[in-house]
C-alpha cells in the first residue's frame, strides 16, 4: 500500500513538533521507523539541518539517519538512490525551494524515493520541502507561480501561514493563483498527512484550505475535505 505525504509548514525538529513527527513514523508501518533526513534546502547550514532531524527523531525513538544529497550530482549518484530503499520516512528538510526543485526534478533519487511512497514508505517536507511536493509553487521573484514535481496533484503548499490573514490571503490567491489550484496555507510546526483525498492535520498548529472564492480552517485532529 502507498504510504503517506507529510506537509509540514515549517520551524521542524522544534518543540510542538514531537506528537506530530511520531505520528509521521508511526504511519511507516516500522519498528522503529528508519527515518533518513535529507536537507538538500538548507543550502546555508545543511550540517546542522541534517543533525537537528537526526537527533530529533532519535529522540522520539526513531532509527534516524542523514542523507547528505546536496547537488543535482549527489541526486544522479545510484549510491544516494540505493540508500532510501529500506527506509520508513524520507523527510526533507527546508530552505530553499528553488535549489530543492532543481536538485529534485527528474532525479533518479526522486524516482527512487517514488518508488519507495509506493511500496509504503512516508515522504515528508517541511517548508521547502513541502512546497515541492504540489504542482505549483508561489515564487513572486520568478514572476508569480512555477510549476513544482506534482507528487501532490492540484495543490500548492504555503508554509509559515500561522501570521496570515486568510481573508487577505484569499483575495491575493483569487487574483494570481492558477485556475482550480487547492492551496493548503499550514502553519509552523503542523502538518497534513495523508494522501490526496484523505488528509489529516496533525501537529501544534492549523491549516487553512483555500480553494476558489472558499476558505477553511482546520485544527490539529480534524480531517480535510475529501476533494483535496
Known amino acids: 500500500m502507498a504510504g503517506d505525504i507529510g506537509l509540514v509548514g515549517g520551524e521542524e525538529f522544534r518543540l510542538g513538533c514531537e506528537d506530530m513527527d511520531r505520528e ?9 521507523s528508519r527515518v533518513l533526513v535529507l536537507p538538500t534546502a538548507a543550502v546555508t547550514g545543511p550540517a546542522k539541518a541534517a543533525n537537528d532531524g537526526v ?42 525551494p528553488d535549489h530543492l526543485l532543481a536538485v529534485l526534478r527528474d532525479s533518479p533519487l526522486l524516482t527512487a524515493i517514488l518508488k519507495g511512497v509506493e511500496q509504503g514508505t512516508v515522504l515528508a517536507g517541511s517548508s521547502a520541502g513541502a512546497m515541492v511536493f504540489g504542482s505549483y509553487m508561489r515564487r513572486p521573484s520568478a514572476g508569480g507561480w512555477i510549476e513544482a514535481l506534482g507528487i501532490v496533484p492540484g495543490v500548492a ?9 486568510p481573508a487577505e490571503t484569499s483575495r491575493e490567491l483569487q487574483s494570481q493563483a492558477p485556475s482550480g489550484l487547492t492551496v493548503l496555507g499550514v502553519d509552523a510546526r503542523t502538518g497534513c498527512l495523508g494522501k490526496p ?14 480553494k476558489g472564492s472558499e476558505w477553511a480552517v482546520y485544527q490539529s485532529g480534524d480531517t480535510l475535505p475529501g476533494d483535496v
Do not use: C
Open 24 to 32: 509521521i513514523m508511526r504511519v511507516s508501518g516500522q519498528q522503529p
Open 197 to 210: 483525498g484523505n488528509w489529516r492535520v496533525v501537529g501544534s498548529g492549523k491549516v487553512t484550505v483555500y
Open 157 to 165: 503548499v504555503m508554509p509559515h501561514h500561522e501570521n496570515r490573514d
Open 55 to 96: 537527533t530529533h527523531f532519535a529522540g522520539l525513538g526513531g532509527d534516524a539517519h542523514q542523507l547528505m544529497v546536496l547537488d543535482r550530482t549527489q541526486a544522479e549518484d545510484p549510491e544516494f538512490s540505493r540508500a532510501v530503499d529500506s527506509a520508513g520516512v524520507v523527510y526533507f528538510t527546508g530552505g530553499s
